[in-house]
């Protein structure tokens, strides 16, 4: 018989909320993500001072502010955003936990994948929830070995999620080698890979709840029609059961 896996209604919100007002992730000592409201001359958008509606300016930066999913325009030079890639509407994940070897995330973490998944959630051990409003620093995170990639890649993963702000060392000389070997970019190279390899997405800066076991689920991604090589998004987790 053939066994399909169906939703049961549990889902995991995985994005960290970006509040422009409170605490919020960082990385890279990029400044935090605020909100100010539109304002010109003689008027200002903000019911709080009379406006008649509220319309906020908001700036951020996708990558160093909090959970966003990025294409592999972030290492070309050819311009390629994430409004290029057709996110699927749900797709199989596995969450795996890992706990690195000082720093170093590397192939035998992943030893216990499935032989096949096309999206993967790794989830970094300790999983405390400092996560949520952290601020990254090089010499503390987290990253994977190009081995490590190259074991996620060979397992099929097309959607790679993690709770950090890089696959790689937050300062690595420019080297980006996990990147690099997750989208098949040569070292040293700008230029765009196949059309297979440009289907590919990483979400960096998610928060996986203790809530949540290592295992099977379906996966969406939301994520806005900006025209960036990343932007802000909210990746959810869909608990399954089994049918025939």
Same mark, same amino acid.
């Given at each position: 018989?053939?066994?399909?896996?169906?939703? &049961?209604?549990?889902?995991?919100? $995985?994005?960290?909320?970006?509040?422009?007002?409170?605490?919020? !992730?960082?990385?890279?000592?990029?400044?935090?993500? &605020?909100?100010?409201?539109?304002?010109?001359?003689?008027?200002?958008?903000?019911?709080?001072?009379?406006?008649?509606?509220?319309?906020?300016? $908001?700036?951020?930066?996708?990558?160093?502010? =909090?959970?966003?999913?990025?294409?592999?325009?972030?290492?070309?030079?050819?311009?390629?955003?994430?409004?290029? *890639?057709?996110?699927?509407?749900?797709?199989?994940? *596995?969450?795996?936990? #890992?706990?690195?070897?000082?720093?170093?995330?590397? !192939?035998?973490?992943?030893?216990?994948?499935?032989?096949?998944?096309?999206?993967?959630?790794?989830?970094?051990?300790?999983?405390?929830?400092?996560?949520?409003?952290?601020?990254?620093?090089?010499?503390?995170?987290?990253?994977?070995? !190009?081995?490590?990639?190259?074991?996620?890649?060979?397992?099929?993963?097309?959607?790679?999620?993690?709770?950090? !702000?890089?696959?790689?060392?937050?300062?690595? =000389?420019?080297?980006?080698?996990?990147?690099?070997?997750?989208?098949? #970019?040569?070292?040293?190279?700008?230029?765009?890979?196949?059309?297979?390899?440009?289907?590919?997405?990483?979400?960096?800066?998610?928060? *996986?709840?203790?809530?949540?076991?290592?295992?099977?689920?379906?996966?969406?991604?939301?994520?806005?029609?900006?025209?960036?090589?990343? *932007?802000?998004?909210?990746?959810?987790?869909?608990?399954?059961?089994? =049918?025939?």
């Amino acid at each position: 018989m053939r066994r399909a896996f169906i939703p &049961t209604g549990g889902r995991f919100d $995985l994005s960290i909320p970006l509040d422009p007002h409170g605490p919020q !992730p960082s990385a890279y000592g990029a400044p935090p993500a &605020t909100a100010r409201p539109y304002s010109g001359d003689g008027f200002t958008l903000d019911t709080r001072h009379g406006g008649p509606v509220n319309c906020d300016v $908001l700036t951020l930066t996708p990558h160093c502010n =909090g959970t966003h999913t990025e294409s592999v325009g972030h290492i070309t030079g050819d311009r390629f955003p994430l409004s290029a *890639v057709q996110l699927p509407v749900f797709v199989p994940c *596995v969450v795996v936990s #890992v706990a690195p070897s000082g720093r170093e995330i590397r !192939p035998e973490h992943l030893e216990l994948l499935p032989n096949t998944t096309a999206a993967l959630v790794v989830r970094t051990l300790p999983n405390d929830v400092s996560k949520r409003a952290r601020r990254w620093e090089n010499d503390t995170t987290p990253y994977f070995t !190009p081995d490590a990639m190259r074991l996620v890649r060979a397992k099929g993963v097309a959607h790679l999620l993690v709770d950090l !702000p890089s696959l790689d060392p937050l300062y690595d =000389g420019g080297a980006l080698a996990a990147h690099r070997a997750f989208w098949d #970019v040569p070292p040293g190279s700008q230029e765009l890979p196949s059309e297979e390899a440009r289907r590919r997405t990483v979400t960096e800066l998610i928060f *996986v709840p203790d809530e949540v076991p290592d295992g099977a689920y379906l996966l969406s991604i939301h994520a806005p029609n900006i025209v960036a090589d990343a *932007v802000p998004s909210r990746p959810i987790l869909f608990e399954l059961e089994s =049918g025939e």
